[in-house]
């Protein structure tokens, strides 16, 4: 299974994205999925996660600021962020909790978009 993470670029303060990421290849089935970020010189942080019946857990460095939805017959998650702020520049990764079909589970990480908000 590979992620294919999507929607970064440079965006304006205050401005607006979405971040879309598609689980490919054989999936048998997705708990739970999130986004990650990594700043230059900070450790990597949660941006938000959804878990497979859809609960959500949303960083507190976003909160107010962003969403996080996925569409399993697409096997994808999105996450929208407003209010775009430059200290929320970082690379972003997607991250899915994959279940094969013998029941074992592997945390799978897509390769980041890059994010750029400009003041």
């Known amino acids: 299974v590979q992620l294919q993470a999507s929607g970064g670029g440079l965006v304006q303060a205050g401005g607006s994205l979405r971040l879309s990421c598609v689980a490919a290849?054989?999936?048998?089935?997705?708990?739970?999925l999130g986004w990650f970020r990594q700043a230059p010189g900070k450790p990597r942080e949660l941006v938000a996660t959804?878990?497979?019946?859809?609960?959500?857990n949303i960083g507190d460095s976003v909160i107010g600021r962003c969403s996080i939805s996925r569409d399993n017959d697409k096997n994808a998650v999105y996450v929208q962020m407003n209010s775009l702020k430059p200290e929320d520049t970082g690379v972003y990764y997607c991250?899915?909790?994959?279940?094969?079909?013998?029941?074992?589970?592997?945390?799978?990480w897509g390769r980041g978009t890059l994010v750029t908000v400009s003041s």
């Open positions: 991250n899915a909790d994959v279940e094969d079909r013998d029941g074992s589970r592997t945390s799978v």
């Open positions: 290849g054989s999936v048998f089935s997705l708990n739970g």
């Open positions: 959804i878990s497979d019946d859809g609960r959500t």
